[in-house]
């Protein structure tokens, strides 16, 4: 920000504003939603129309025409959010208007005569093709600065601070004279007057804490009920024999795997015992067979050698 103010703090409203930005204003607000509370887009350019709104200076009509239309875009884009950049801009130029000095304001520096009508002639809304035009009359302006201050109005009528916001600005438009403009504007002036006392008629609330239950006070030496007690031991003991229980399966299933263990060494003892057994009656056998088979073999010799 300090930049921008040491960039463009002393030049006027339509020296920073030139027609090409005036037309993508127009365009964003055709382009984008108007009800995001948030838009990467045109919540910093609501900040730096803000921003030039309180700090450029305005010294010409061209520059009240320009911020007239900034301040009814914000106005319509906030979309009853509330600006108060706005609602500075249209209270410092209504001040002007009524001729009362603003020495603490220095950016706001044109005539009040520049909004004077000019040979009665009926004042026209302000265009959008006259905002750069040089030979708009001062009655049009003055048109489209009450226009654009009943716009706020009823923008704003919603928020309890309305009275306190717009009471000094109204007080300062029924001191306006309206001897030199022409009646449509002083008509529209009576108009905010009475819209001002129809919003400004709801009571301000008393401001009040959130309404929270009492925080309890902490006992140092509680007290225990004797169902609670009941409650708990059984809880406890419920609790300790389901323990118990579960370590007793667990020593049962310890028990059957070593019994099961045992049972199978027994079998296979037994079987390799069986299995010697078999092998030794085999090999007894064997030996027996082998020595008859030899004894028939020297049987057989010697007949075979007594006959010859």
């Not at 000095?101 to 040979?119: D, I, M, P, R």
């Not at 060494?265 to 030899?294: P, T």
Request: include cysteine.
């Amino acid at each position: 920000s300090s930049g921008i103010n040491a960039e463009y703090g002393g030049k006027s409203l339509s020296g920073v504003f030139a027609r090409r930005n005036i037309i993508y204003l127009y365009l964003m607000e055709r382009l984008y939603p108007v009800t995001d509370y948030k838009h990467p887009i045109l919540t910093p350019v609501l900040m730096v129309l803000g921003w030039a709104l309180s700090t450029c200076g305005i010294r010409t009509i061209a520059d009240l025409k320009l911020g007239l239309y900034i301040s009814n875009f914000i106005i319509r884009i906030s979309k009853g959010r509330y600006s108060p950049d706005a609602v500075y801009f249209l209270s410092q130029t209504v001040h002007r208007l009524a001729g009362k000095s603003c020495e603490y304001v220095s950016n706001f520096a044109f005539k009040s005569s520049l909004l004077t009508s000019e040979g009665g002639m009926r004042p026209q809304p302000l265009s959008f093709t006259s905002l750069h035009s040089k030979d708009t009359p001062g009655g049009d302006v003055l048109f489209g600065l009450l226009c654009t201050v009943r716009a706020a109005m009823r923008s704003y009528h919603d928020y309890t601070g309305f009275s306190g916001v717009f009471h000094s600005l109204v007080q300062t438009l029924q001191t306006v004279e309206t001897s030199q403009v022409h009646s449509d504007c002083s008509s529209l002036i009576s108009t905010l007057s009475s819209l001002y006392q129809q919003y400004s008629q709801k009571t301000m609330p008393f401001l009040r804490y959130e309404n929270n239950k009492p925080v309890s006070i902490k006992m140092y030496e509680p007290k225990f009920g004797e169902v609670w007690v009941r409650e708990r031991k059984t809880k406890d003991e419920t609790t300790h024999l389901k323990r118990k229980i579960k370590s007793e399966m667990k020593g049962a299933v310890r028990e059957i795997r070593k019994d099961s263990k045992f049972i199978n060494r027994l079998k296979h003892k037994d079987q390799s015992d069986s299995d010697k057994a078999r092998k030794r009656k085999v090999n007894e056998i064997m030996g027996f067979l082998s020595k008859e088979q030899g004894e028939a073999n020297d049987l057989k010799y010697r007949k075979k050698r007594g006959q010859a």
